[in-house]
């Protein structure tokens, strides 16, 4: 009897050891299914684009005399930017007006001189025509009375034909010097041609005073007086003034969440607590193959005045809001990337698994849509557990997005 109840009290104790040392459960943590604001947005990275780099610089080998804007200056279309010397452009301008006033010369000439001497040339022709016919005549009818030899009536016919042609010869030439005629009309011509390459030359030389194409501001300035510039070399760089742009790249995946017309608000880096608003207006249509990037551009309707270009700005585009739905973090969906995301719930102190939907991503939350409800226990990956599990609850922490580095004014 005594040994039975000695065994009785071992096994006893053996059972309270156990239960001592045996662990109660995993100890978990875990996030509150709560209800929130939910703003769902797609943030890219790029720099502010102005409508066009405009470079300014001679066609022809200068010396730079004047130099009157600096970098940053805003200039208006027309201003005077440099003037340059180049004796070869007025040595042009020269020898063209001179070709000029030679061609204008030979076409006053056909005019006041060609013609009138054309129209005398044919008058002398027809007359001399006319004595030849008669001397023909006459030389026909004696040599049929046998007064004159055959070889007398050839001669005159000879004379004759002679005299035809030369009237066929001045008609050609007047008719050659007439307004229409293609003597006049390659003088009028080379007179086109003349002026042409007159106004090239003092185009060239107007050139050497450059000036601005339209309004803009001063980029670079890469000439001082007295250098001397190659023919082609850039001495001044604009930025075309007009709508501001901001081009940027944005992950593929985000493509579907993207559409022309969309609101966005862009932040520069330089100043974060400032920020802008733009619209969506262009989507390139295929995709960088090497980085998985789609090219984005947004438009500035009103920008704020420290907007540079080449500035780095962050632009976050708005794609969907929920002014209170149930929300999760990220990080406690599984496979949510997935077809079916599912997450594991604390429930009376055993991890269930339970699959979700979820609709719209912020960063660093997620939109539970159906399969949780508010106040449910969502345990955290990190912690280690396994669907079936006994748990042990740490208290629950507010949620934050995750270290995720969110510029200043954007959305969370």
């Known amino acids: 009897m005594k040994r039975r109840s000695l065994i009785v009290a071992l096994v006893a104790a053996g059972a309270l050891a156990a239960a001592v040392l045996w662990p109660r459960g995993r100890t978990v943590d875990v996030v509150v299914v709560a209800k929130a604001p939910l703003t769902q947005s797609v943030v890219a990275t790029g720099r502010i684009a102005t409508p066009a780099r405009i470079s300014i610089g001679s066609p022809i080998a200068v010396t730079v005399l004047e130099v ?36 204008e010369a030979r076409r006053v000439q056909i005019d006041r001189v060609g013609q009138p001497v054309a129209a005398q040339q044919l008058v002398q022709a027809e007359a001399n025509l006319s004595v030849a ?62 002026r042409a390459q007159l106004a090239n030359a003092r185009a060239r030389a107007a050139q050497l005073t450059l000036t601005a194409p339209s309004a803009g501001m001063v980029l670079t300035r890469k000439a001082e007086p007295g250098d001397v510039a190659a023919a082609g070399k850039v001495l001044l760089e604009l930025a075309e003034a007009g709508e501001t742009r901001v ?16 609101k966005a608000r862009g932040v520069a880096d330089a100043f974060p607590g400032q920020p802008f608003d733009a619209e969506l207006y262009y989507l390139a249509p295929a995709v ?41 973090p990220g990080e406690a969906v599984r496979d949510l990337d997935g077809g079916k995301p599912w997450v594991l719930v604390a429930r009376d102190g055993v991890a269930v698994k339970a699959e979700v939907a979820v609709g719209l991503s912020g960063i660093g939350r997620v939109e539970i849509t159906r399969g949780l409800s508010e106040g449910d226990l969502v345990i955290l990956p990190a912690s280690g557990a396994l669907e079936g599990d006994a748990l042990r609850l740490r208290e629950p922490k507010k949620h934050k997005a995750g270290g995720l580095q969110v510029p200043q004014g954007m959305s969370r």
């Open 133 to 194: 016919s008669a001397e023909a005549e006459r030389a026909r009818q004696l040599v049929a009375r046998g007064f004159y030899s055959q070889s007398k009536a050839d001669d005159a016919l000879r004379n004759q034909a002679t005299a035809r042609s030369a009237v066929d010869t001045a008609r050609a030439q007047l008719a050659a010097q007439a307004p229409h005629g293609t003597e006049r009309e390659a003088a009028q011509a080379r007179v086109e041609q003349a």
């Open 247 to 262: 081009y940027a790249t944005v992950d593929e995946k985000n493509l579907r969440l993207l559409d022309k017309g969309q």
């Open 288 to 328: 960088d193959p090497q980085r998985g990037t789609v090219e984005t551009r947004f438009r500035v309707a009103s920008p704020p005045p420290f907007l540079r270009p080449d500035m780095t700005v962050s632009v976050e585009t708005v794609t969907g809001h929920r002014d209170a739905t149930l929300v999760l």
């Open 68 to 103: 009157t804007v600096r970098e940053g200056d805003v200039v208006k279309a027309g201003q005077v930017l440099a003037r340059l010397r180049a004796d070869d452009a007025e040595a042009l301008v020269n020898q063209a007006a001179a070709a000029l006033a030679e061609a």
